[in-house]
């Protein structure tokens, strides 16, 4: 089994956002209307919003890679670049995507760790993150890894107002 890791740059945008269109419909297709994923699609994922996120100073994403191939990846956000209003001592996990062929093979832990070194690196207190409360396999992940749920908040899927919860393991 090899895996590698490594840091995405402004050129490897497309694979950035082949790869998160890939992962995001394969995990919440089932749930959400064609329409709704087709909205949220275009605007989460347009190479226009991958290559802004890239190229954030705020923002770091890392492909893993098994046996080769790029089975998915990490986005981390600090400072300004947080999706939520947090202190200067708390680092993001905003992404954990794993291409779903490739996942239960320990893919996501890694990326944690990777977050976690990041996180001990720049000397931040605690790890957060919102998760949908519908995406159970997600939930039980980041619990089992000391996540504990602090809040909730409001993500749009469309025009569809869903619930994230807010996520929080200190350090």
């Known amino acids: 089994m090899n895996i590698n890791m490594t840091r995405c740059t402004l050129g490897d945008s497309r694979k ?16 959400n209307s064609p329409e709704n994923m087709k909205a949220y699609l275009e605007e989460a ?21 098994f ?25 993001e996990i905003e992404r954990i995507y794993i291409i779903n062929k ?5 893919l996501g832990k ?15 207190k605690k790890i957060w993150l919102g998760v949908w409360e519908k995406n159970k396999n997600a939930i039980s992940f980041y619990k ?13 899927m469309g025009d569809e107002e869903q619930t994230d919860l807010i996520m929080v393991k200190k350090l």
Do not use: C
Not at 45 to 65: A, G, K, R, T
Not at 67 to 91: F, I, P, R
């Open 67 to 91: 046996n080769g191939e790029v089975a998915g990846y990490l986005k981390v956000n600090t400072e300004d670049a947080q999706t939520e209003e947090m202190d200067d001592d708390a680092l």
């Open 110 to 124: 890694y990326l944690f760790n990777k977050a976690m070194d990041i996180a001990m690196e720049q000397n931040k």
């Open 16 to 31: 950035l956002q082949e790869i998160g269109y890939e992962t995001f419909k394969e995990t919440f297709e089932d749930q």
């Open 45 to 65: 994922f347009n190479i226009n919003q991958v290559e802004n996120e890239l190229s954030n100073p705020s923002s770091h994403f890392f492909f893993v890679s």
């Open 102 to 106: 490739f996942q239960k093979l320990g």
């Open 144 to 156: 089992r890894l000391g996540f504990t749920q602090t809040g909730a908040h409001s993500f749009y």
